[in-house]
């Protein structure tokens, strides 16, 4: 595609856009924790159309949509957004450390061998609480820690 396009879908990213790690708790996982990395765009459901053909575009990810009027396309398999941020981050302005914070993890993940591993993976993950501001994160490296 088109460096225009990349150059767009940065911008988008950064105004209506979302990049993100949760850790949640899931027993069928080898650590008993399961990482869920994710880019997310929203807009209105009335915009759903322009999400669609985005989508489509990118070959990426999937549209979800909200009970409060808004419609997401999600991207959360490794690969696909390991793919979107390389080729955006070199035009992102607002959301260039969350990118660069994400695309570590996903680099370190296939990499996690040993609970030492796993564990220094999650105080990666925190970090997103301070880029990202938030505040209902319950699940982090202590929580993590104290379970295994």
Do not use: C
Not at 3 to 25: E, H, P, R, T
């Amino acid at each position: 595609m088109k460096n225009y396009f990349w150059s767009y879908i940065a911008g988008f990213l950064d105004a209506d856009g979302s990049i993100y790690v949760q850790l949640k708790q899931n027993s069928t996982y080898r650590y008993k924790f399961q990482i869920a990395p994710s880019v997310v765009f929203y807009q209105k459901k009335t915009e759903k159309v322009g999400l669609s053909e985005i989508q489509k575009k990118l070959g990426l990810g999937y549209i979800r949509y909200r009970n409060d009027g808004m419609v997401e396309l999600v991207i959360n398999d490794r690969k696909s957004i390991k793919t979107l941020l390389t080729k955006v981050r070199p035009n992102l302005i607002l959301k260039v450390d969350q990118a660069r914070l994400m695309i570590k993890i996903l680099n370190k993940m296939d990499k996690v061998t040993s609970i030492k591993d796993f564990l220094s993976l999650t105080e990666l993950i925190d970090l997103f609480r301070e880029l990202n501001y938030s505040k209902k994160r319950t699940v982090d490296s202590r929580v993590v820690g104290d379970h295994l």
